[in-house]
T-cell receptor, first 110, second 115 residues
Framework: KQEVTQIPAALSVPEGENLVLNCSFT??????LQWFRQDPGKGLTSLLL?????REQTSGRLNASLDKSSGRSTLYIAASQPGDSATYLC?????????FGKGTRLHILP | DAGVIQSPRHEVTEMGQEVTLRCKPI?????LFWYRQTMMRGLELLIY????????DSGMPEDRFSAKMPNASFSNLKIQPSEPRDSAVYFC?????????????FGEGSRLTVL
C-alpha cells in the first residue's frame, strides 16, 4: 500500500527566501508524480506533473524534482512571495491510483 | 472547457438522511476519482473509475457509501444513511489517463455537514 509523507508539515518563512518542500513515497513503481496547491476553502490546483522518465520539471519560480528509485520528490520555490502562502500536496500515481500526502502548510511573512 | 463541475457546493443535512453528490468530469477524460478531505485524515481516495467502470473502491469507508458512473459525463456519490462523521469536503477529479501519464484536475468540492 502506497504511503506518502510530506515534510515539514508547516513552514513559515520571510518573503524572498528560497525554500524546499519534501515528499517521500513507499512504492517507487509510479507512473508520475504531481504537485498541487490548495488555498483555504478551495479545490486543488495542479502546479507540476513529472513523468516517471523525467528528473525534473520547471514552471516559473517552481521546480520539482523526482528521484523515483529512492521514493522522493522535492518542490523548490524561488524568491517566495506572500501569494505563495497555501498548502502544497504531492501525489504519486501508482497503477492509476493517486494517493496524496497530508501536505505542507506554507506561510510567507511579508 | 468548464473544468470539473461538482454540485452541490454545500450541503447541510440531518443524520440518517440520504446524501447525493454529483460530478461532471472534463469532456474526454477517461478517469474519474472521488476523494474525501478532513483535517484529521487529509485527502483520502474513495473510488476511481476508468471508462465508467469502477476500478478500485477499497477506499469506500462503509456500505453506506456507493458511487456510480452511468455515462462518461456524470458520476454520483451517495451516502445512505448519513452520519455526523461523514462531514467532510468531497472532491471529484478527472484525468485524461492514457496509461497513467495524465494530469489530474479537481473540482471545487462539495462541503457536507451532517448534524
Amino acid at each position: 500500500k502506497q504511503e506518502v509523507t510530506q515534510i515539514p508539515a508547516a513552514l513559515s518563512v520571510p518573503e524572498g527566501e528560497n525554500l524546499v518542500l519534501n515528499c517521500s513515497f513507499t512504492d517507487s513503481a509510479i507512473y508520475n508524480l504531481q504537485w498541487f496547491r490548495q488555498d483555504p476553502g478551495k479545490g486543488l490546483t495542479s502546479l507540476l506533473l513529472i513523468q516517471s522518465s523525467q528528473r525534473e520539471q520547471t514552471s516559473g519560480r517552481l521546480n520539482a524534482s523526482l528521484d523515483k528509485s529512492s521514493g522522493r520528490s522535492t518542490l523548490y520555490i524561488a524568491a517566495s512571495q506572500p501569494g505563495d502562502s497555501a498548502t502544497y500536496l504531492c501525489a504519486p500515481n501508482r497503477d492509476d491510483k493517486i494517493i496524496f500526502g497530508k501536505g505542507t502548510r506554507l506561510h510567507i511573512l511579508p | 472547457d468548464a473544468g470539473v463541475i461538482q454540485s452541490p457546493r454545500h450541503e447541510v443535512t440531518e443524520m440518517g438522511q440520504e446524501v447525493t453528490l454529483r460530478c461532471k468530469p472534463i469532456s474526454g477524460h477517461d478517469y474519474l476519482f472521488w476523494y474525501r478531505q478532513t483535517m484529521m485524515r487529509g485527502l483520502e481516495l474513495l473510488i476511481y473509475f476508468n471508462n465508467n467502470v469502477p476500478i478500485d473502491d477499497s477506499g469506500m469507508p462503509e456500505d453506506r457509501f456507493s458511487a456510480k458512473m452511468p455515462n462518461a459525463s456524470f458520476s454520483n456519490l451517495k451516502i445512505q444513511p448519513s452520519e455526523p462523521r461523514d462531514s467532510a469536503v468531497y472532491f471529484c477529479a478527472s484525468s485524461p489517463g492514457t496509461g497513467g501519464t495524465g494530469e489530474l484536475f479537481f473540482g471545487e468540492g462539495s462541503r457536507l455537514t451532517v448534524l
